[in-house]
Each structure stands twice: as C-alpha cells, then as structure tokens.
C-alpha cells in the first residue's frame, strides 16, 4: 500500500508528569525511519528539549516495532533515485537528530517495546538509558539484505558489546531477544512488555527528582571521556563542574546544607530535595 501518513503524523507525543512520551508513529510500516520521520523527529526534540513541562524524555514506537530501522524504499531507494546529493541529503536528516539526541539537554530512555533494527541503533545509542521487553528483538539485519551496518551502527555494537558477541551479532545477522539485549549491554535491563512502561516511568522518576544541570553535565561526561585519556579526563571533568558551578552556583552549597545542617537526607541514599533549591 502507498504511504499515506502526513509527514506530521510520523511521530506522536504526550506529555505526563514531566515525562515526554515520543513515539516513532508509522506502525504500518514497523515504524522505519522515513526522511519524512526524521525531519518529523527533529521537530519534535526541537520543540521538547527547552520546555519546562518536560524533565525526561522517553523515546518508544507505536505498535509492534520500536523501529525496523532505515526506509529500504523512502531512505536507500528514493534518495538513491536522487544521486549522491539525494544520499547525503537523507543521511544528514537522520544522523542530525540522533546527535541531537546524543547530547540533550533532558536525560532520555529508549522503551524498547518491540522491533529494533539496524538504523534503529543510532538512536538506541542516542538514549542514555535503554529498556526493552523481553519480547523484544534486535537485529543488525544490514548482512541479511546484502550491505554492512552503517550510520554508526557498527559502533554501537562495538561500543556496548563485547568483542567476540559484537562481530558475531553484525556478521550472522542473527537477531537477539530483549533479555539477551540486556545480558549482551545492548540495553539497561529487559522486562515482560506488559511491565515495560511502568519500570521506564519509575526509573524516569528518579532522573526526575535529580538536579538538571547536573545531570546533564554528568550525561555528557559519561560519553565525552570514553575517547580520552584519563589525565584529559581528569582535566575535562574539573572544567565541567566548575562549569556547572557557574550555570548553577546555588546546587552544591544547597546539596550541603540539607545534609551536613538540616541532616534531611543522606546523599549515599538518595538524592537532595532539588525543590529547595533557589534560583
Ligand atoms: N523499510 C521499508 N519498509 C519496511 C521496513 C523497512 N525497514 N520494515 C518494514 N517495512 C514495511 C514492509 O515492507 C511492509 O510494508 P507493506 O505493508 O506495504 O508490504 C510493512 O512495513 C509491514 O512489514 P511486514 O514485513 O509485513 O511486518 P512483519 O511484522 O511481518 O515483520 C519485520 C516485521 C521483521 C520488522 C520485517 O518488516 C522486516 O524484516 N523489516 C526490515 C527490517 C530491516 O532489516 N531493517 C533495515 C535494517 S538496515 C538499516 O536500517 C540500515
């Protein structure tokens, strides 16, 4: 049948408690990641990313896929049609917003809910935490159609799995189940599906009641000192709190002071009432 989703349709959101709810919306298509959807996806992070409704977000697909990765007719065939220009063009539109998401402004959680493929990894990556059901199934299917895993699919599975299950995983094509997503550092932790949204939104809750600026300071650190060496690292983590102190001047004094003078929390327990806090 003809696509006919409006390219507005591609993607769909809710807001609920803080937690903006994303959706890759083309179930019809196993949610696979159209140049429309992309521009769609790009919009939509764009609009979330500032907003102050809006302290985590959770990307997940509507019906039975998360995504089954690229458009092997909109994406590979259309573009192609166009020539390197028309390539290029769908490559930047996908590969923007999988950067965008790599470092927001917001924590965010991929919910696996079904489906992921190939292309999909980018923004699996893109996450900073990953749930899936364990129904779930994950394949770098690039091998069975005859091309290798790329838009950084390949560095995904370098990067979270080991050596030996990576090169396995990206050559047999061989799709794994949530659970073993899980057991192979694909993803966080995998649960039946009809516990899914209630484990994301708990562990969403708890991103929730963390200072924000610290949290994003922390993200980025996470991802920035994998490349560097540890006396870079060293000296990138001081800037980046002394950064933070700058931006936020008020949050390790009040994270102090709830604790050494009001003794209202133990910061090896939880976290500080960031509610205190003045701005
Ligand atoms: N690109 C284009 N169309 C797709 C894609 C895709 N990646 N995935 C699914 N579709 C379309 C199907 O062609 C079909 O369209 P139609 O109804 O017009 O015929 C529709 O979505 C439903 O797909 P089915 O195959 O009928 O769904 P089913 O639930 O039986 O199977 C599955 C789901 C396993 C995900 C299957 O669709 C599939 O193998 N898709 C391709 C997965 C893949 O290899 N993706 C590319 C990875 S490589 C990369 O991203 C670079």
């Known amino acids: ?37 992309n521009r769609q996806m790009k919009r939509v992070i764009d609009e979330l990313e500032f907003r102050d409704d809006v302290g985590v977000l959770v990307l997940t697909g509507e019906g039975t896929a998360w995504s089954a990765g ?8 259309d573009s192609a049609a166009e020539g390197l220009k028309g390539v290029r063009h769908s490559q930047r539109e996908a590969y923007t917003w999988w950067e965008r998401l790599r470092w927001y402004q917001k924590p965010t959680i991929a919910m696996v809910n079904g489906w992921c493929f190939g292309g999909g990894y980018g923004p699996l990556f893109s996450c900073d935490l990953a749930y899936a059901a364990e129904e779930a199934q994950f394949g770098l299917s690039e091998i069975n159609w005859g091309i290798l895993p790329g ?20 050559i047999t094509g061989e799709n794994l189940t949530g659970k073993e997503a899980a057991e ?12 899914l949204k209630a484990r994301v939104t708990e562990v969403a809750n708890k991103l929730l009641e963390k200072n924000p600026f610290a949290i994003k300071a922390t ?4 991802r920035r000192v994998g490349e ?52």
């Open 219 to 222: 993200k980025d650190a996470v």
């Open 228 to 279: 560097m060496t540890y006396d870079n690292a060293e000296d990138y983590l001081i800037r980046a709190q002394e950064s933070l102190d700058h931006f936020d001047s008020e949050a390790r004094k009040e994270g102090t002071r709830q604790f050494l003078d009001e003794k209202s929390y133990k910061p090896g327990l939880g976290s500080y009432d960031v509610n205190k806090q003045k701005r």
């Open 151 to 170: 838009g950084g699919a390949t560095k995904v599975a370098q990067l979270l799995m080991p050596f030996r299950k990576a090169m396995y995983h990206a």
């Open 70 to 77: 690229m458009d092997l007719q909109e994406y590979f065939r």
């Open 1 to 37: 049948m003809a696509e006919v989703r409006k390219e507005e349709d591609t993607v769909a959101y809710e807001i609920v408690d803080r937690i903006a709810w994303v959706k890759f919306n083309r179930p019809e298509k196993r949610n696979c990641m159209s140049p429309k959807l």
């Open 184 to 195: 192979w550092g694909l993803v966080n932790e995998a649960v039946p599906a009809d516990e």
